[in-house]
């Protein structure tokens, strides 16, 4: 399926919003201006670049990236209340595309906190998105912890929302509590229910509390929706927030299914992930789909064995496309002859049939005894060994 035959998904990056809402992942104002030149350069729509009422240093940095965005959108955060809204213009007026982003809780929990009525609730949301609508022509609206908001509730008060000018509804998935088959459900049902919905974009929010933000994000689409938000490496509050690099990846590999398509320049991902990682402190997991240093290593022998003849044996997608050099076939105790031969080609060493009979078994033994077995070790052994009879 061509391109131009596919709807586009337009992703939403909240690294620097709720991505350093994450305990411990604050970073420094020139990191994020670093991260959001990344973003920006690797096609990013929409940067959420912070949450300007909440500091003197978020709103800096909000300014700044502003100032400095070449092609996203700059939209930043507020509470639904005019004071924040207002910080908020102040602060992202100067992008070329800027956007106000405002939210009120709207489940049973969270509406107990303000206790407002039904009433009460309905004006704020009035109030506070015509406020930004008047400020600003791109206004985003989320009921915050929409997902456990009773249905009619959520209706009326995306209904009130659209009225008033909010041009993307989001639906936030805030404790991470859905599930991809209600995930669909809940965004397809809003568009056909509830009245001017055609003509706004639905965005989702998901959390990772069960581990199903990215499958979550990716049935809203399914269901209709066509901004996702999410972070790199999946960073954000408690379990995280939908890792953009798996949201895109899985969108390019499996679109023969999921028929959209994103503005992201893969081949950027690994380079950002490092980035975010190095500066908000968090390391990525191992085993981290997309960016985790295994997600393209393969060591035991049957796979080696297997990616030597036919990459597409045991890989999905290329490592070139996520800005990987290549595949890597670390040396270890599961490791079989056709890697170690192949090695040793890499390090430009030629034995014949009985030293690496030897070298082999040496290896066995040495891998038994360390977890990876490094180039140096493999050159150690050849020096051990001769190829006599
Ligand atoms: O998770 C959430 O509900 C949020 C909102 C502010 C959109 O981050
Ligand atoms: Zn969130």
């Keep these: 399926m061509t391109e131009q035959n596919k709807d586009k998904v337009v ?9 350093e809402q994450s305990p411990g992942a ?12 990344l973003l920006d350069d690797m096609g990013v729509d929409i940067i959420e670049a912070g949450f300007p009422i909440a500091s003197e240093g978020d709103f800096r940095a909000v300014s700044e990236i502003a100032e400095r965005s070449k092609n996203s959108v700059i939209c930043g955060l507020a509470r639904a209340q005019l004071p924040d809204i207002d910080r908020c213009w102040e602060a992202v007026k100067k992008a070329a595309k800027p956007r106000i982003h405002t939210f009120i809780g709207t489940s049973p929990l969270h509406r107990a906190i303000p206790n407002l009525t039904m009433d009460e609730m309905a004006d704020r949301i009035e109030q506070t998105v015509s406020h930004a609508r008047n400020l600003c022509d791109n206004v985003q609206w989320s009921p915050m912890d929409a997902t456990r908001t009773e249905w ?31 995930s669909a459900d809940l965004i397809k049902r809003l568009i056909e229910t509830v009245p001017g919905a055609d003509e706004v974009i639905f965005a989702t929010h998901c959390h990772n509390d069960l581990g199903m ?10 269901g209709g929706a066509r901004q ?29 299914i999921m028929p959209f398509y994103t503005g992201i320049d893969t081949k950027k991902l690994m380079h950002i992930s490092r980035r975010v990682s190095t500066v908000s402190g968090f390391p990525v997991q191992f ?32 490592p070139e496309d996520v ?5 890597s076939l ?9 890697a170690l031969r192949a090695k040793l080609k890499e390090l430009g060493t030629e034995v014949g049939d009985n030293q690496l009979k030897d070298i082999f078994v040496r290896f066995k033994d040495l891998a038994d005894r360390k977890k990876e077995v490094f180039d140096d070790d493999i050159l150690a052994l050849v020096s051990a060994t001769t190829d006599g009879p």
């Design 11 to 19: 992703i939403f990056d909240t690294t620097l919003r709720d991505g």
């Design 26 to 37: 604050t970073m420094t104002h020139a990191e994020k201006i670093e991260i959001a030149e």
């Design 152 to 182: 009619d509730y959520l209706c009326r008060t995306v209904e009130i929302a659209i009225k008033a000018g909010a041009t993307t509804i989001n639906i936030p998935d805030t404790v991470g509590y859905t599930a991809p088959v209600e």
């Design 213 to 222: 933000a990215t499958a979550n994000a990716l049935a809203a689409v399914a």
């Design 228 to 256: 996702i938000e999410c972070t790199i490496n999946g960073l954000g509050e408690r379990a995280g927030n939908t890792a953009l690099e798996e949201v895109v990846m899985a969108l390019k590999v499996r679109g023969d």
């Design 287 to 318: 085993n981290k789909a997309i960016v985790g240093k295994n997600a393209f290593a393969h060591e035991s022998g049957i796979h080696q064995d297997g990616m030597l003849k036919n990459a597409e044996t045991f890989e999905i997608m290329r």
């Design 323 to 327: 800005g990987l050099a290549g595949t």
């Design 330 to 338: 670390p040396l270890g105790k599961h490791s079989g002859r056709a």
